[in-house]
Nanobody
Framework: VQLQASGGGLVQAGGSLRLSCVAS????????MAWFRQAPGKEREFVATISWSGGNINYADSVEGRFTISRDNAKNTVYLQMNSLKPEDTALYYC???????????????????WGQGTEVTVSS
Protein backbone atom coordinates (compact mmCIF):
# COMPACT_ATOMS: atom_id res chain seq x y z
CA VAL A 1 0.00 0.00 0.00
CA GLN A 2 1.46 3.32 -1.06
CA LEU A 3 0.40 6.95 -1.08
CA GLN A 4 2.38 8.99 -3.60
CA ALA A 5 2.23 12.74 -3.21
CA SER A 6 3.35 15.11 -5.95
CA GLY A 7 2.91 18.65 -7.22
CA GLY A 8 5.10 20.56 -4.81
CA GLY A 9 7.61 23.15 -5.91
CA LEU A 10 8.88 26.69 -5.57
CA VAL A 11 6.35 29.48 -6.04
CA GLN A 12 6.19 33.19 -5.28
CA ALA A 13 3.88 34.54 -2.62
CA GLY A 14 0.39 34.92 -4.03
CA GLY A 15 0.87 32.04 -6.42
CA SER A 16 -0.85 28.67 -6.65
CA LEU A 17 0.02 24.99 -6.59
CA ARG A 18 -2.01 21.83 -6.87
CA LEU A 19 -0.91 18.80 -4.92
CA SER A 20 -1.99 15.29 -5.84
CA CYS A 21 -1.88 12.08 -3.85
CA VAL A 22 -2.39 8.79 -5.66
CA ALA A 23 -3.03 5.61 -3.72
CA SER A 24 -1.86 2.25 -4.98
CA UNK A 25 -2.04 -1.26 -3.62
CA UNK A 26 -5.61 -0.90 -2.40
CA UNK A 27 -8.56 1.39 -2.83
CA UNK A 28 -9.17 4.27 -0.42
CA UNK A 29 -12.50 5.24 -1.93
CA UNK A 30 -14.22 4.44 1.37
CA UNK A 31 -11.61 6.10 3.62
CA UNK A 32 -11.24 9.60 4.92
CA MET A 33 -8.17 11.31 3.45
CA ALA A 34 -6.23 14.31 4.67
CA TRP A 35 -3.29 16.60 4.11
CA PHE A 36 -0.84 17.54 6.84
CA ARG A 37 2.30 19.64 6.66
CA GLN A 38 5.53 20.03 8.58
CA ALA A 39 7.68 23.13 8.39
CA PRO A 40 11.38 23.01 9.33
CA GLY A 41 11.78 22.94 13.09
CA LYS A 42 8.04 22.63 13.70
CA GLU A 43 5.64 19.83 14.48
CA ARG A 44 3.42 18.28 11.85
CA GLU A 45 0.12 20.13 11.60
CA PHE A 46 -3.28 19.46 10.11
CA VAL A 47 -4.18 21.19 6.85
CA ALA A 48 -7.39 19.68 5.45
CA THR A 49 -9.47 16.52 5.52
CA ILE A 50 -12.21 15.05 3.35
CA SER A 51 -14.61 12.22 4.06
CA TRP A 52 -14.88 9.20 1.79
CA SER A 53 -17.92 10.65 0.01
CA GLY A 54 -16.50 14.17 -0.18
CA GLY A 55 -19.47 15.47 1.75
CA ASN A 56 -17.63 16.37 4.94
CA ILE A 57 -14.61 18.67 4.65
CA ASN A 58 -12.61 20.52 7.30
CA TYR A 59 -9.73 22.99 7.02
CA ALA A 60 -7.22 24.46 9.40
CA ASP A 61 -8.01 28.09 10.16
CA SER A 62 -4.71 29.13 8.60
CA VAL A 63 -5.70 27.83 5.15
CA GLU A 64 -9.49 28.28 5.18
CA GLY A 65 -10.59 30.20 2.09
CA ARG A 66 -7.28 29.69 0.29
CA PHE A 67 -6.94 25.90 0.02
CA THR A 68 -9.43 23.41 -1.41
CA ILE A 69 -9.32 19.67 -0.81
CA SER A 70 -11.08 17.33 -3.22
CA ARG A 71 -11.00 13.71 -4.29
CA ASP A 72 -11.65 11.50 -7.29
CA ASN A 73 -12.46 8.04 -6.00
CA ALA A 74 -12.41 6.55 -9.49
CA LYS A 75 -8.76 7.58 -9.72
CA ASN A 76 -7.97 6.79 -6.08
CA THR A 77 -6.62 10.32 -5.83
CA VAL A 78 -6.97 13.25 -3.44
CA TYR A 79 -6.01 16.81 -4.34
CA LEU A 80 -5.09 19.99 -2.53
CA GLN A 81 -5.51 23.19 -4.52
CA MET A 82 -3.50 25.92 -2.84
CA ASN A 83 -4.12 29.54 -3.82
CA SER A 84 -2.84 32.84 -2.46
CA LEU A 85 0.17 31.08 -1.05
CA LYS A 86 2.15 32.74 1.73
CA PRO A 87 5.74 32.20 2.88
CA GLU A 88 4.36 30.62 6.06
CA ASP A 89 2.85 27.86 3.90
CA THR A 90 6.37 26.60 3.21
CA ALA A 91 6.55 23.00 4.43
CA LEU A 92 6.70 19.36 3.51
CA TYR A 93 3.14 18.32 2.68
CA TYR A 94 1.95 14.81 3.46
CA CYS A 95 -1.20 13.01 2.40
CA UNK A 96 -2.72 10.49 4.76
CA UNK A 97 -5.57 8.00 4.90
CA UNK A 98 -7.54 6.62 7.80
CA UNK A 99 -7.12 2.88 8.12
CA UNK A 100 -10.77 1.99 8.63
CA UNK A 101 -13.40 2.56 5.99
CA UNK A 102 -16.31 4.89 6.64
CA UNK A 103 -14.72 6.60 9.65
CA UNK A 104 -15.18 10.35 9.70
CA UNK A 105 -12.74 13.18 9.15
CA UNK A 106 -10.17 13.88 11.83
CA UNK A 107 -7.64 16.63 12.43
CA UNK A 108 -5.42 14.33 14.52
CA UNK A 109 -2.40 12.82 12.79
CA UNK A 110 -2.26 9.63 14.85
CA UNK A 111 -5.73 8.65 13.65
CA UNK A 112 -4.35 8.15 10.14
CA UNK A 113 -2.70 4.82 9.48
CA UNK A 114 -1.35 5.40 5.98
CA TRP A 115 1.05 8.16 4.99
CA GLY A 116 2.72 9.32 1.82
CA GLN A 117 6.33 10.37 1.55
CA GLY A 118 5.66 14.09 1.34
CA THR A 119 6.08 16.73 -1.32
CA GLU A 120 7.94 19.95 -0.65
CA VAL A 121 6.31 23.35 -1.05
CA THR A 122 8.43 26.50 -0.87
CA VAL A 123 6.85 29.93 -1.06
CA SER A 124 9.19 32.85 -1.58
CA SER A 125 8.36 36.39 -0.47
Amino acid sequence: VQLQASGGGLVQAGGSLRLSCVASGRTFSRNTMAWFRQAPGKEREFVATISWSGGNINYADSVEGRFTISRDNAKNTVYLQMNSLKPEDTALYYCAARSTAFTGPSTTANEYGYWGQGTEVTVSS
